[in-house]
C-alpha cells in the first residue's frame, strides 16, 4: 500500500507531467512518450483526435501489454484489449449498485456541463464534431492511478445537444499495467468490461494520411497493428495508448445497458 504522502507526492508529479502534456510539450521528430499527435496531421476533421488525455499516456513498454499469470484478455479488432466477462455474482452485483448509486449522487451537479467545467472538467477535443465527447478531470485522472473512489470519475461523458451538452455517462480508469484482480476489485468483471487501446501506428511527423476509411493504415482505425509492420511503414509504434478504461451510463432505464459501452456509439 502506498502511504498517503508518497501517494500525494507521486500524483502531484503525474499532475504536472500532464500539465506540460496539455500545454502542448512534444518530442522532435517522431513521438515520444510525450506524443503530441497533431504533429503527425491527418487530413480530415472527421478524424476522431487522439492527443493524450490527461493521466492516460502512451506507453513505449511491450511488456505492458503482457497479461500477469491468471489474466484472461480478448483482442477486439487488434486496437483494443478487453478483460474477459467473469461469471455472475450477486455480491459483485451488489457492488455495482452501489458505485452506480454513488456515481449518480456525485455526477448529478453536472448534468450542466458549465458546473462540470468549473469542477476541473476539461472537453476533450469540443471543436471536432464527435458523437460522444469526454470531460476529463486531470485531479482525478491521477488519483485514479493509485486509487479507487466511485464518486470520481476521470471522465464525464456528454452528447452535444442545442444550447449545450447532455451528460449521458461516466468513465474510470485504471494503471495499464493493473491485473484482472486489480481491474475487478475496481468495478467486478462481471459486470463490466474493461478495455485497453492497443497497437497505434503514428505516421512519419508531418505525413499527411488518412486515419479513417477502408485504406487508413495509421491510428486506432488503421490496418497496422504490430510493430514490424509500423516500422515498415516508417511510423512509430506504442502498444499502449491510455490506461485501462471502463465506461458507465448512470441514467439508463435498461439496467443491461448500464455498463455497456457498445450501446453508445464514441465512447471507445
Known amino acids: 500500500m502506498i502511504k498517503p504522502a508518497i501517494a500525494l507526492a507521486a500524483a502531484a508529479a503525474v499532475a504536472a507531467c500532464l500539465a506540460l502534456t ?7 521528430g517522431p513521438c515520444a512518450d510525450s506524443c503530441n499527435i497533431p504533429d503527425h496531421t491527418h487530413s480530415s476533421q472527421q478524424t476522431v483526435a487522439m492527443s493524450d488525455m490527461p493521466g492516460m499516456q502512451m506507453s513505449n513498454a511491450s511488456s505492458a501489454a503482457t497479461p500477469a499469470p ?4 480478448m483482442s477486439h479488432g487488434g486496437h483494443m484489449t478487453m478483460t474477459m466477462k467473469r461469471p455472475s455474482d450477486a455480491a459483485d452485483q451488489a457492488r455495482a449498485d452501489q458505485i452506480l448509486a454513488t456515481l449518480r449522487q456525485a455526477i448529478a451537479p453536472y448534468k450542466d456541463y458549465r458546473a462540470a467545467e468549473a469542477a476541473g472538467y476539461v472537453p476533450f477535443h469540443p471543436e471536432l464534431p464527435l458523437p460522444m465527447y469526454h470531460f476529463t478531470n486531470w485531479a482525478n485522472a491521477a488519483a485514479n492511478v493509485f486509487s479507487f473512489d466511485p464518486a470520481r470519475p476521470t471522465s464525464l461523458m456528454y452528447k452535444r445537444v442545442p444550447g ?12 495499464e499495467r493493473a491485473t484482472d484482480d486489480q481491474l475487478n476489485a475496481r468495478v467486478p468483471l462481471s459486470v463490466a468490461t474493461w478495455h485497453l487501446h492497443t497497437n497505434l501506428c503514428l ?3 508531418g505525413q499527411h494520411v488518412s486515419w479513417t476509411g477502408p485504406n487508413a493504415q495509421f491510428g486506432l482505425a488503421g490496418s497496422i497493428t504490430t510493430a514490424s509492420a509500423c516500422e515498415a511503414a516508417g511510423g512509430t509504434f506504442k502498444p499502449i495508448i491510455y490506461n485501462w478504461m471502463v465506461h458507465v451510463w448512470p441514467f439508463e432505464t435498461d439496467p443491461s445497458k448500464v455498463w455497456a459501452s457498445e450501446e453508445h456509439p464514441g465512447a471507445m
Open 22 to 28: 496539455h500545454a502542448g510539450t512534444s518530442a522532435p
Open 70 to 73: 491468471g489474466d484472461e484478455r
Open 164 to 175: 449545450g451538452y447532455e451528460l449521458v455517462g461516466a468513465m474510470y480508469t485504471a494503471p
Open 203 to 205: 505516421p512519419p511527423a
